[in-house]
């Protein structure tokens, strides 16, 4: 079945502790994305990658790091999180540049 | 940067009718526009998208009109039914040399009422 794939799907953690939340795709999809949600503010993009080892800024990059060294995997990464970062975040890929993307389950991360 | 404007924010029609949700966009680089419904606790999902070169695109119950000169575009949902109460996204996508950057609309939560 073609899929992203989000670990964990839940997390309460404290400030400063780092973490990292997983994506993997299997449908050979060079571009993925992160976006968190927040009420009343849509979805926002954080980063997104159109190749291994390729990666860019989106509106809300300021306290995350992601990497890209594997085609389908594309983690992201809370070197030290605070509670403002409190948010549903959801991976997605595409096939290619304006397709459609496909969302992973999302990973709701509190941190306290 | 981009900057996508959503409105309303809610919306409640009667089963049966149809219902208008807007879009407005700033960059002209912006050329793919897609339509993403959520359901409660779900992913967001694509239910139409639209290119720059075109002006509308029908699908079933489900049409979007865009207006590049305008920069803006619409949903259309005609015959609306219960299961199409949702949060409803628009989006604007443009390329970038990192990729495909998306600046998505704040979202419009629609009921369709019995």
């Known amino acids: 079945e073609a899929q992203v794939t989000q670990n964990p799907r839940y997390l309460i953690t404290v400030t400063g502790k780092k973490l990292t939340v997983t994506c993997s795709q299997n449908?050979?999809?060079?571009?993925m994305s992160w976006y968190r949600q927040d009420p009343g503010l849509g979805l926002r993009q954080i980063y997104y990658s159109m190749n291994v080892e390729v990666t860019d800024k989106g509106d809300v990059p300021e306290g995350y790091k992601v990497s890209r060294k594997e085609k389908r995997n594309f983690p992201l990464i809370l070197e030290s999180p605070s509670p403002n970062q409190t948010s549903l975040y959801f991976c997605a890929s595409s096939s290619g540049p304006n397709q459609p993307q496909h969302f992973g389950d999302g990973t709701r991360l509190s941190i306290l | 940067g981009e900057n996508v404007e959503q409105h309303p924010s809610t919306l409640s029609v009667q089963e049966g009718d149809s219902a208008v949700i807007k879009c407005t966009y700033s960059d002209s680089a912006s050329n793919y526009f897609p339509w993403y419904k959520q359901e409660l606790g779900k992913r967001p999902q694509l239910i139409i998208d639209?290119?720059?070169?075109?002006g509308e695109k029908k699908d079933q119950r489900i049409a979007v009109t865009l207006n590049k000169t305008a920069k803006h575009f619409s949903l259309h949902i005609t015959e609306t039914q219960p299961e199409d109460s949702a949060v409803y996204f628009c989006a604007a996508s443009m390329i970038t040399g990192g990729g495909n950057k998306l600046t998505f609309g704040t979202g419009t939560q629609l009921k369709v009422e019995l």
């Open positions: 639209i290119r720059s070169n075109v």
């Open positions: 449908m050979n999809h060079e571009y």
